[in-house]
């Protein structure tokens, strides 16, 4: 099935509009059997998604091994693979205990150690490579140096700086000789993306959450840079980890009722116009020319077809002109005009 196609900033690679985000593969909100990951995979395939976004934290391997499994019998060019860098998976030593941040607690047997050096940068995309058990990765992207993940400004500056020292060389390196076809960022903060942004030259930003329906903090100044610097925006999170899909959860955690409040009003909008709140909330950010992609998660088959009906619905004019007027839509937004 065709799905319309965004060009990644300056380079060569073209991604569906709709992509699948990898951290539930890995056992993040839920815990899914193998064959149900292959199925939810190769659904996302089948609809025509082509863009595939992992990385070694999710699940710590877990997430690659069943994307690699998934896709690797796949003809190579019909797909573009994301994976990211930052964490060296290491075999567990007496005595670690696993921190309980996925359901299944990750692989079994290894944890992770962050690393944005020259070599940390290369022995982890080559990991990756083994893991997926696929020879080209498309787009490398720095992970979770952002206030969000180290709680630690000496930290995230320590991390910063290593990157810009030695990892984005590493990155630049690959991308030069053609190895990799994109570099980025993936983050969960406008303003550390921007940050990286103007510290090097990279084709992508991956945000996560910070250019929804629900909150649009990063229009003023974040977007406008991406389009100056032909740099493409792949929308993670769009669904704000799930309180856009009729959840509880904001950023991943029990939603506060402002938050609650806000949803439930969108809601509202979309109810009276006969619009799903997910179909809005995946066809928004699309509207902004500085967006490639939207890349929600899935658990399981049916989600990933509910996601590309959602994608494939009619939005009339008003439900966007409604949200606007009910202060629920920051007014300088692009919206979709149909």
């Known amino acids: ?24 593969l890995g056992g993040f909100r839920a815990t899914i059997p193998d064959a149900d990951a292959a ?20 699940g710590y391997g877990r997430s690659e091994l069943r994307f690699g499994a998934a896709l690797r019998e796949k003809p190579r060019e019909s797909y573009v ?13 007496p005595g670690e205990t696993p921190p309980p941040e996925f359901r299944e607690n990750g692989l079994p047997g290894f944890l992770p150690t962050f690393d ?52 984005f060389r590493a990155l630049d390196e690959l991308r030069r000789a053609g190895i990799v076809g994109a570099i980025g960022v993936g983050l969960n903060e406008a303003d550390m993306s921007m940050r990286f942004l103007k510290a090097g030259d990279f084709d992508c930003v991956l945000l ?22 032909n740099a493409s925006v792949i929308l993670g999170g769009p669904l704000n980890s799930g309180i856009l899909a009729g959840g509880d959860t904001y950023n991943y955690v029990a939603a506060p009722p402002a938050m609650m409040e806000r949803a439930r009003r ?29 890349i929600p998660g899935a658990l399981s088959a049916a989600e990933v ?28 937004a692009p919206v979709p005009t149909q």
């Open 116 to 167: 944005y050096s020259y070599d940390g940068v290369m022995r982890s995309l080559e990991h990756s490579h083994l893991r997926l058990g696929i020879a080209r990765i498309d787009v490398a992207l720095v992970h979770d140096v952002d206030f969000w993940t180290t709680q630690d400004r000496d930290v995230l500056e320590q991390r910063f700086k290593q990157v810009m020292d030695g990892g």
């Open 39 to 58: 199925a939810l995979v190769s659904a996302s395939y089948d609809a025509g998604i082509n863009l595939f976004d992992t990385s070694p934290y999710y």
């Open 305 to 332: 077809t509910d996601n590309v009906a959602h994608m494939r619905r009619r939005i009339p004019v008003d439900l966007w002109a409604e949200l606007v007027r009910e202060g629920l839509l920051d007014p300088a």
């Open 81 to 93: 693979l994301s994976t990211k860098i930052g964490r060296i998976l290491h075999a567990q030593k």
């Open 208 to 229: 996560a959450g910070r250019y929804t329906l629900l909150e649009q903090g990063a229009l003023a100044e974040f977007m406008p840079e991406c389009v100056k610097r």
């Open 266 to 294: 969108i809601k509202a909008v979309c109810d009276r116009h006969k619009v799903p709140l997910t179909a809005a909330a995946l066809q928004f950010p699309l509207a902004h020319e500085a967006v490639c992609s939207v």
């Open 1 to 24: 099935m065709s799905m319309p196609r965004r060009r990644i900033g300056k380079t060569a690679l073209e991604v569906t509009e709709l992509g699948l985000g990898g951290a539930p």
